[in-house]
């Protein structure tokens, strides 16, 4: 059984800043890629930002320049660095995982983490 399990999520001012995490743990033998995806009810899920296993990113253009993605050495790790949030950055920030275990590979969510930018 594969989980993941985000945090770092929380009420901040615009312009300020916030480091989500996402952990993976359980047996698999490694992840592929990791996505941050985020969703505001009556909208549709939107991909904010990916990074591959070989440090591969790709980022939303509404959050380019002010959002950074990374994972730890160990690859099981993924942060999201928000900087200059802006209210419109409010959502559910769900990470998403694709897992491999083998010999097939597996896509997995977390349950989210709420981020909540003030004007």
């Known amino acids: 059984q594969v989980q993941l399990v985000e945090s770092g999520g929380g009420l901040v001012q615009a312009g300020g800043s916030l480091r989500l995490s996402c952990a993976a743990s359980g047996s698999f033998s490694n992840i592929n890629v990791m996505d941050w995806y985020r969703q505001v009810p009556g909208k549709q899920r939107e991909l904010v930002a990916r990074i591959t296993s070989s440090g591969g990113t790709k980022y939303a253009d509404s959050v380019k320049g002010r959002f950074t993605i990374s994972r730890d050495n160990a690859g099981n790790t993924a942060f999201l660095q928000m900087d200059s949030l802006k209210p419109e950055d409010t959502a559910l920030y769900l990470c998403?995982?694709?897992?491999?275990?083998?010999?097939?590979?597996?896509?997995?969510w977390g349950q989210g983490t709420q981020v909540t930018v003030s004007s």
């Open positions: 998403n995982a694709e897992v491999v275990v083998l010999p097939f590979s597996y896509s997995y």
